[in-house]
């Protein structure tokens, strides 16, 4: 039950991440989902920790550095999102 949690809070901030990156706010992420404003921060707080970001914009700078590497065939290819 644990897990089938963590991996909808997952797809959820992926879902997260695919708006914010398209310079969504948090207030429109949240009405998109159906979620409140504190869920989506939290989500993207663990994706910010997740990838050593300090801000939104940082976040969004790795996303697509990890991005890029992946379709390189570069080592990012083991980073969990």
């Known amino acids: 039950m ?10 959820r901030e992926a879902q997260a991440l695919r708006l914010l990156m398209e310079f969504k706010t948090g207030k429109a992420i949240a009405r ?8 989506v921060g939290r989500y993207v707080s663990r994706l910010m920790h997740r990838v050593g970001a300090r801000n939104r914009s940082e976040l969004l700078v790795r ?10 065939g570069g080592v990012a290819d083991t980073i969990r999102l």
């Open 63 to 72: 996303v697509l550095q990890i991005h890029q590497c992946i379709r390189a």
């Open 2 to 11: 644990l897990a089938a949690l963590e991996v909808e809070d997952q797809q």
């Open 32 to 39: 998109r989902l159906g979620i409140t404003r504190k869920t």
